[in-house]
């Protein structure tokens, strides 16, 4: 997720339809197809009990493929998820227990100031990408990596969106250079300690995501707060670290970010764009594997896209895993909102059932092994 996303409403999100009499072909395809649906949903939800998230907890038993936690409530600042290891602890096993199947938890964990797990909440202090970068050393990673990893394990979380592999091209980036999320300018360097740090987090079974496909480095802006266009700042370099990743296998997922770059698309954002997620990323650079969104309720998207169509584009465009993080606006209704949408693109011939089963092997990918 991009840095700054990081009271429920009333009413369970709607899944599947609760029949009145046993359910003929049809409504059990059309309940099947809205699991699968599901399965492709990560959600945020303001709570630190299990009993404060009802609407989640009904979504994860009908088949919501995973959550994500933050530390800070963005529209009332004030705690969300995440006050001490012991209650989120609790919580994640309550969530997981309401799983069918293999929930994903998932975190912004970069390190530094872009940390859910923080002092804040009794959790150790932890270095940033950019001073990792700086030492250079794959002992220093891996020491820094293995921190991260055992207070990710500690509280259950099994999908870390991390390593930040852009480069550090604009060191004064609100996005990016500011916030020191990146290890450095250099490639070769960024490659390095990215390497590292997925090692570390694969051998205690925690899975990461590269971020942010195609560059987010020399960003004047936040995606999460603005509509940014890199088109005139972006360099061909900027793949590098993402080419060398995925070329090594060590690479467990790409989240691509939501800037315009007209240089690669020129009228829509690279997370919602074919010509990004499949000509790029999966034929030119030959990715496999399964394909994150950023935040799909950034202003980035929300500016310019209506919620419909936007779901519909990042699915044309190839991506596998949308997230909500439920931060910029807070809809409980949004995981029902969006398998009718969704729903709707398979019967109408825009969306083919095929697809959706391509996306649910890949995300499988990143689940948990039971």
Not at 40 to 49: A, K
Not at 71 to 87: E, M, Y
Not at 155 to 177: E, K, M, Q
Request: aromatic share 4%; net charge positive; hydrophobic share 40%.
């Amino acid at each position: 997720m991009a840095a700054g996303t990081s009271g429920c409403g009333s009413g369970p999100a709607r899944l599947a339809p609760t029949p009145s009499r046993p359910p003929g072909p049809a409504r059990r395809d059309e309940a099947a197809l809205r699991r699968k649906i599901a399965s492709l949903l990560v959600v945020g939800f303001r709570g630190q009990q299990a009993s404060e998230a009802g609407w989640v907890r009904t979504a994860i038993r009908q088949g919501l493929g995973g959550v994500i936690l933050f530390d800070r409530d963005l529209k009332t600042d004030t705690v969300r998820n995440i006050s001490s290891p012991v209650q989120v602890t609790a919580l994640v096993k309550a969530l997981k227990q309401a799983s069918p199947g293999r929930l994903i938890v998932s975190i912004d964990q970069e390190g530094g100031r872009v940390a859910r797990l923080n002092p804040g909440n009794g959790f150790p202090a932890t270095r940033s990408e950019a001073e990792i970068g700086r030492a250079d050393s794959i002992p220093t990673t891996r020491a820094w990596a293995e921190g991260l990893v055992r207070s990710l394990t500690s509280i259950g979380v099994n999908l870390n969106y991390a390593p930040v592999v852009d480069l550090n091209l604009r060191p004064d980036s609100p996005a990016v250079g500011q916030l020191e999320r990146s290890f450095s300018a250099n490639p070769d360097v960024v490659v390095r300690n990215a390497a590292e740090e997925i090692r570390v987090h694969r051998a205690a079974g925690v899975r990461t995501s590269l971020k942010h496909f195609p560059g987010l480095g020399s960003a004047t802006g936040n995606t999460d707060f603005t509509a940014v266009d890199v088109s005139d700042s972006w360099r061909e370099t900027e793949l590098e670290p993402f080419q060398k990743l995925i070329a090594s296998g060590t690479a467990d997922s790409v989240l691509v970010g939501h800037v315009l770059n007209r240089k690669l698309d020129p009228d829509r954002p690279a997370s919602l764009s074919r010509a990004v997620v499949t000509d790029l990323l999966r034929g030119r650079l030959g990715w496999r594997g399964p394909v994150v969104s950023d935040d799909m309720q950034a202003a980035a998207i929300t500016s310019r896209f209506g919620r419909d169509e936007a779901v519909a584009l990042a699915l044309e465009a190839g991506v596998d895993l949308l997230v909500f993080g439920n931060q910029q606006e807070y809809d409980p209704n949004v995981v029902g909102h969006t398998l009718d949408t969704v729903v709707r693109l398979v019967r109408s011939g825009r969306l083919t059932e095929q697809r959706i089963d391509e996306s649910v092997a890949r995300v499988d990918t990143l689940r948990p092994k039971r």
